[in-house]
């Protein structure tokens, strides 16, 4: 029972490392991306479909996080504020986080491939997408707009896989999506300006300083409700969603 308990914990921490209960957050943003496919083709999804989505979309966010928490596990042993992460403080191990990795990008792709080829034609350069993220912010600092790029892909990602194409509604619901991310990411990125300055990892916030930094997140968040608005009015939303973006 003991050792049971154990691999129980162990499991609770790998969870934990991923935040694995968070992913209920991004499911709005790949079934809003579901409703517009819906709007555009007046053909409901079936509950398979709606279930290799949620796979999919639980699988792609999983093996992302994981992916940043092992590239990262150097510089956040290195940083105050992040020293105690999982992997750093030692709760688990790479092994198994590179394990839980695998396993997520393996049910991603397998969701995808049951959705449509053009799905899983594009499934390896999301991946792409996710292996690139957690090294910009040592080259650039542009590192939060590729964050968006990660998320937004999410709606684009659901219309794709009801639809098997893309259209200018979904591709402004993923814009929206990139500069609300791109801008809570900087506002984040506001906690370690002085730590990445020191050490030299790039951030707005390190090469803007705190006040423009600022004001460039309002202005991103700020620019969300046009694009918002293009989507319901492009995509058949009516003036309901125009009344809650307003």
């Not at 398979?48 to 093996?63: D, F």
């Not at 092992?70 to 394990?99: C, K, M, Q």
């Not at 990139?178 to 050490?199: M, N, P, S, T």
Request: glycine share 10%; charged share 15%.
């Amino acid at each position: 029972m003991q050792i049971f308990r154990k691999k129980l914990g162990y499991i609770h921490a790998l969870l934990e490392m991923i935040a694995f209960s968070h992913s209920v957050f991004a499911f709005p943003f790949a079934l809003l991306g579901a409703l517009l496919a819906v709007l555009a083709s007046d053909q409901w999804p079936t509950p398979g479909q709606l279930g290799w989505i949620c796979v999919a979309m639980v699988g792609a966010r999983s093996g992302a996080m994981g992916l940043n928490r092992i590239i990262d596990a150097r510089l956040d042993a290195e940083n105050p504020r992040t020293r105690g992460r999982h992997i750093p403080a030692g709760r688990v191990s790479r092994r198994s986080a590179w394990l839980l990795v695998a396993g997520s990008f393996a049910a991603f792709l397998v969701a995808a491939g049951m959705l449509n080829p053009l799905c899983l034609t594009l499934a390896p350069a999301v991946i792409a997408l996710f292996v690139l993220y957690p090294y910009c912010k040592r080259f650039t600092s542009l590192c939060h707009a590729v964050l968006g790029m990660c998320l937004g892909a999410a709606p684009v990602g659901a219309w794709i896989a009801l639809r098997g194409d893309v259209r200018w509604p979904v591709v402004l619901l993923g814009g929206a999506v990139l500069l609300w991310v791109a801008g809570f990411d900087i506002l984040y990125a506001l906690q370690d300006e002085g730590h990445d300055r020191q050490v030299g990892l790039h951030s707005l916030p390190v090469r803007l300083g705190t006040r423009r930094a600022l004001q460039l997140a309002r202005l991103l968040h700020a620019l969300v409700l046009p694009l918002l608005l293009g989507v319901a009015a492009g995509g058949g939303l009516g003036g309901f969603f125009c009344a809650v973006c307003w």
